[in-house]
């Protein structure tokens, strides 16, 4: 009989990385997970995203992970990362580049088959610090003996709790007339279409969900599903810079992030549409 195939999954607690692991479970796949508080790991995560209790087979505990060597790459078959800065206190250098090529490091020398990255789209030509670091991440990885599959998702349902959140208190806003187009996508759906990818050969994908929204159709969907009149302030681009480079003066790891952010709210990220779960669907659950 053939051996169980073994996926080590790395950023394990976060939004994608729970939803990943989740489904290589219910997939037969054997999980490592490498993560930085059990406890934490094995409780519903933040929006709801799956516990990992009885999920993973092997657990890695590291506070640094960039101490662990090779022998947590024994037998595994697939690594799968999901690991980044997204609000933790935490340079993108250090994270998204530095310590993902430790880890495909590890991978080579153990021979793994194929390493995925969940990145983002539009990494190329972004200028913050977590776009470099994650463009610099791919490229690496291109470079690598191990098979590179590279998943460059649209915005997630996670984040958008926060547009949600925003139309609750009464006023969402937006740069300029908010026409830049997503396709958002549950953590289950990128999940499905990870674990699809995973005997692929090598390859880079953009992937939403299955509906195409522009930014000011969220704003609006929001409102609906609140029962209240959508109140939307369309900031000005030079405003928005102003901000980056007066936050850039207290803080360059916040002002790298909202310029992250930013950027993601004026380039239209669209990918493959995948999945059923819609954002209509997920804001009505929040409600
Ligand atoms: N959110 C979006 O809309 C979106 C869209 C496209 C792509 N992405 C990208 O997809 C990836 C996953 O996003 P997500 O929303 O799932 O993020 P998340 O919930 O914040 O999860 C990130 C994972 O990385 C780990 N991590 C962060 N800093 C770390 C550090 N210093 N040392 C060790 N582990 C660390 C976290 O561990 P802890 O749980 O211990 O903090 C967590 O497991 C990110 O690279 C993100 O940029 C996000």
């Known amino acids: 009989m053939d051996r169980q195939q073994c996926v080590l999954v790395l950023g394990a607690t976060g939004y994608a990385g729970r939803h990943i692991v989740r489904q290589l479970h219910d997939g037969g796949y054997r999980v490592r997970a490498v993560v930085r508080d059990k406890q934490r790991a094995l409780e519903t995560g933040a929006y709801d995203a799956p ?3 009885g999920r993973v087979d092997e657990w890695i505990v590291s506070s640094d992970g960039s101490q662990l060597d090779a022998s947590i790459m024994t037998e595994v078959d697939h690594v799968v990362s999901a690991l980044g800065v ?16 430790h880890y495909l490091k590890l991978a ?46 649209s915005a997630y349902f996670s984040d958008l709790t926060e547009v949600f959140n925003v139309a609750r208190r009464g006023m969402a806003f937006g740069l300029g007339n908010g026409s830049v ?52 302030l369309p900031i000005p681009g030079v405003v928005a810079s102003s901000a980056v480079w007066l936050t850039d003066r207290a803080s360059p ?16 990220s669209v990918g493959a549409l995948h999945g059923h779960r819609t954002l209509g669907e997920y804001y009505a659950s929040l409600r």
């Not at 790891?253 to 239209?268: C, V």
Request: hydrophobic letters at 40%.
């Open 108 to 153: 080579e020398q153990q021979d793994v088959k194929t390493f995925m990255y969940i990145g983002v789209m539009n990494a190329a030509t972004g200028t913050s610090t977590v776009s470099r670091a994650k463009h610099a991440f791919m490229e690496a990885l291109g470079r690598s003996s191990v098979r590179a599959q590279i998943v460059n998702p």
């Open 253 to 268: 790891r916040a002002a790298s992030l909202m310029r992250f952010f930013l950027e993601g709210i004026q380039t239209d």
């Open 51 to 53: 516990a990992l209790h």
């Open 86 to 101: 997204t609000r933790q206190q935490a340079d993108p250098w250090t994270v998204d580049f530095l310590l993902n090529l």
């Open 181 to 232: 187009q997503l396709s958002p996508i549950h953590g289950a759906d990128l999940a499905d279409f990870c674990l699809a990818k995973l005997s692929d050969d090598a390859g880079t994908w953009d992937v939403g969900g299955p509906e195409v929204l522009t930014y000011r159709q969220v704003v609006q969907l929001a409102f609906q599903t609140l029962g209240r009149k959508e109140r939307y």
